[in-house]
C-alpha cells in the first residue's frame, strides 16, 4: 500500500469526520427543546491519565499495518510488533452532588506487560479492582490499544460492570468472555505469531450499547449527570462504534471524554448541544484522532476554528490528537491544558513527546 493512499485511509477515519463537520458545526446553535435530554449533574470529573501511549513509535506502528494490508486490514491477523505496543486507559473519578466519590475505569490498554506495569506499579488500579473502589468498565472501543490488555483488569475483578460497543466481532468477543489466545501469521516465516490473550473471562453484567441509548433517547445512564453515548461509525482495522462519556458539572457544563474521537470532535460537541437539556459547552479530554501521525493539512486549521466556535473551557488532549495540532491549537488560543513532564519517570515514553507539553500525558491528570 502506497503512503498517500495509507494517510487517506487513516483520516477518512476520524479527522476527516470532524473536517467536513466543520463547516456546518462552526457556530452553535440551540436544538430544538423536544429533543433535550435531561442526564442530571454532579459536583466535578477528574480523569487520571494512566496510559496514553498505546504505541511508542508511529513509523513502527505504520509499518505493521502496510506491511499487512494497510488501514482497513483486520487487526486480528497483523502480527504486530510487541516491543512497540502500550495501551490507553484512564481513571475517571466523579464527585456527586452529595459528595461521593464514584470510579470509573475507560479501557485497558493492549500490551499486558505494559498494562501490569500502568496498573500495579505506576498506580493502584489493580487494588482499587479487588476492592470494588472502581465499580464501572467503559470500553469506548475495540481497537486493540483500548481492548487487547483486558486481561490486566479482569485479572483483578471478573465479575466487573462493563458497558461496550454493540458493534463487535466474534475475536472481540472471544477475548472478553473465553479464554482466547489469538495469534497471527508472519508473512515472512510463516509462523504464529502470539497478538493478544485473556485468561481470566469476564463473568459480570456486560451492558452493549447501540445508539438508540437504555431508554430508546440515544444515552445509556451511568448514574445521575453521568452518560454514554454510542457512535456507530466506521473506524480503521475493521472497527466499528465508540462510546463516549458526557459529564454535566454543575454551574460548568458538559464534559466530553473519549477514547479516540473516532466519529470527530465537532460531531461530538454537536451531539451534546443538540441533544442534552440545559447545554452549556464546558470542556474535553482524550485522543481527538485528528494529526494521527503528526502530518498537517489545512483543512486541520478549520477543527481549530470549529472548537473555538464551542468556547469550551478546557481541552486535555493526548494519544491519537497528535502533538502538531495540539501545539496549533493552543496557539490559536484554544484553552489546552498543558501536561507536566511526569511521563519522563515512566520506563517507556513516545518518540513524538515535546517540551511544549500540549499533551496530558502518563501520570497527568484534569478536573473539570
Excluded at 505493521?64 to 502500550?86: E, K, S
Excluded at 438508540?212 to 449527570?225: E, F, H, Q, S
Excluded at 453521568?226 to 458539572?249: K, T
Excluded at 481541552?315 to 519522563?344: F, Q
Aim: aromatic share 10%.
Amino acid at each position: 500500500m502506497k503512503r498517500r493512499t495509507f494517510l487517506k485511509s487513516i483520516a477518512a477515519t476520524g479527522a476527516a469526520a470532524s473536517v467536513g463537520s466543520a463547516a456546518n458545526f462552526m457556530l452553535p446553535r440551540r436544538a430544538h427543546a423536544a429533543k433535550k435530554v435531561d442526564i442530571g449533574e454532579i459536583k466535578s470529573v477528574r480523569v487520571d491519565v494512566l496510559t496514553e501511549t498505546s504505541w511508542f513509535n508511529n513509523d513502527i506502528l505504520k509499518k505493521n499495518m502496510m506491511d499487512y494490508g494497510g488501514a482497513m486490514t483486520n487487526q486480528y491477523t497483523i502480527p504486530w510488533d510487541w516491543d512497540n505496543a502500550g495501551g490507553y486507559s484512564a481513571l475517571i473519578t466523579v464527585t456527586t452532588l452529595e459528595g461521593n466519590e464514584r470510579k470509573i475505569l475507560m479501557d485497558s490498554g493492549w500490551n499486558n506487560g505494559w498494562m501490569d506495569y500502568i496498573f500495579e506499579e505506576k498506580n493502584d488500579i489493580a487494588n482499587m479492582l479487588k476492592k470494588g473502589e472502581i465499580e464501572t468498565f467503559v470500553l469506548s472501543h475495540w481497537h486493540l490499544d483500548h481492548l487487547w490488555g483486558i486481561e490486566s483488569t479482569l485479572k483483578h475483578k471478573q465479575d466487573l460492570k462493563m458497558y461496550v460497543p454493540k458493534t463487535h466481532y466474534p475475536e472481540d468477543m472471544a477475548l472478553l468472555k473465553e479464554k482466547a489466545h489469538h495469534k497471527a501469521k508472519d508473512k515472512d516465516t510463516g509462523e504464529m505469531m502470539h497478538v493478544c490473550k485473556n485468561d481470566y473471562p469476564h463473568t459480570g453484567e456486560l451492558v452493549q450499547c447501540d445508539p438508540a441509548g437504555d431508554k430508546g433517547d440515544g444515552v445509556y445512564r451511568l448514574m445521575p449527570g453521568v452518560a454514554i453515548r454510542m457512535f456507530d461509525v466506521p473506524i480503521l482495522l475493521r472497527v466499528r462504534g465508540e462510546n463516549v462519556l458526557y459529564f454535566n458539572v454543575k454551574d460548568k457544563g458538559i464534559v466530553t471524554v473519549t477514547g479516540c474521537c473516532h466519529p470527530g470532535i465537532l460531531s461530538l460537541f454537536s451531539y451534546a448541544r443538540k441533544n442534552f437539556k440545559g447545554y452549556q459547552p464546558y470542556g474535553c479530554y482524550g485522543g481527538l484522532h485528528i494529526t494521527l501521525f503528526e502530518t498537517w493539512e489545512p483543512k486541520f486549521d478549520d477543527i481549530i476554528k470549529g472548537v473555538k466556535a464551542f468556547k469550551i473551557q478546557k481541552l486535555g488532549c493526548n494519544h491519537c490528537t497528535g502533538w502538531i495540532w495540539a501545539e496549533k491549537a493552543a496557539a490559536a488560543g484554544v484553552p489546552v491544558v498543558k501536561g507536566t513532564d511526569k511521563y519522563k519517570e515512566y520506563k517507556k515514553t513516545s518518540t513524538v513527546a515535546k517540551a511544549s507539553n500540549v499533551f496530558l500525558t502518563n501520570g497527568d491528570h484534569v478536573v473539570f
